[in-house]
């Protein structure tokens, strides 16, 4: 009678193992795909930068820019 409650335990402890290597698995790929998602932003960061400081010169040429 005691090996069965334990057959149940360990079956049980099993599934939770099995389950928790999927998890650790999916948060792996989680990992990954959100640093190529950082990666791809500072991409665009760096081309708004760019954007804004072309704004900026063309707004000084054609005196577009209020003096404060």
């Known amino acids: 009678m005691s ?4 057959n149940v335990v360990l079956a049980l402890l099993r ?3 099995a389950k928790m290597d999927r998890v650790i698995d999916d948060l ?3 990992k990954v795909r959100l640093t190529a998602v950082e990666g ?5 960061q760096r081309r708004i930068d760019r954007l804004e400081d072309r704004v ?3 707004e000084r040429r ?3 820019v209020d003096a404060h």
């Open 56 to 58: 900026e010169r063309i």
């Open 62 to 64: 054609l005196d577009l």
């Open 40 to 44: 791809g932003l500072s991409v665009v």
């Open 15 to 17: 599934r939770l193992d």
């Open 3 to 6: 090996e069965e409650p334990d």
């Open 28 to 30: 792996h790929d989680v």
